[in-house]
């Protein structure tokens, strides 16, 4: 079940950001701005802006599921560098990329790891608690921050884009 929870649903999501993300830039095109004023927009003066919002979101979604699989070492390092959206675009295709590398078998043993970070000061949760109580809300609270800011910034963006296509089915 973790696999299912990070990694169809992590890329499903970043990936439904690259699609927010052109539509920023055809935006500020038709707007005639800059897009990189986007990209430092903030939606309160003690909020991280945009790049900082993405930036986030990818590291939740590859250290989160490098933690749960034990792999952390193998992760991408990425420098928080990126300041233009062709950079901020391919730091989320490569978490994309690194997350499909993982498979269920990837995460056997991973609901009782010892999880810490950091920050943490040597306290720890259970891979389960770390995956139900941080990664998933940190993920999706910094994904939705994104939308927001973009979507305050009068983007004409709504659920359907957040959300991106749904496996919906005829009726039987």
Same mark, same amino acid.
């Given at each position: ?17 690259? +699609?927010? *993300?052109?539509? /920023? @830039? %055809?935006? &500020? ?8 004023? #986007? ?26 599921? +490098?933690? *749960?699989?034990? /792999? @952390? %070492?193998? &992760? ?8 233009? #959206? ?87």
């Amino acid at each position: 079940m973790i696999y299912e929870l990070i990694v169809p649903q992590f890329t499903k999501m970043l990936g439904n950001l690259l +699609a927010i *993300l052109d539509e /920023a @830039e %055809k935006y &500020a095109g038709e707007k005639k701005f800059d897009v990189g004023v #986007l990209l430092q927009s903030r939606l309160a003066p003690d909020q991280f802006g945009l790049m900082r919002q993405l930036q986030t979101a990818c590291d939740t979604a590859k250290l989160g599921a +490098a933690r *749960l699989a034990n /792999a @952390e %070492k193998n &992760a991408p390092a990425h420098d928080d560098t990126e300041q233009t #959206l062709p950079e901020i675009k391919a730091r989320i295709e490569s978490v994309i990329s690194y997350l499909r590398g993982f498979s269920p078998e990837s995460f056997a043993g991973a609901a009782q790891l010892r999880i810490s970070q950091p920050r943490w000061k040597g306290k720890t949760l259970a891979g389960q608690e770390f995956l139900i109580q941080h990664v998933i809300p940190n993920f999706y609270f910094h994904v939705t921050m994104s939308y927001a800011i973009l979507r305050h910034n009068g983007l004409g963006i709504g659920k359907k884009s957040y959300l991106g296509e749904m496996p919906y089915r005829e009726p039987a």
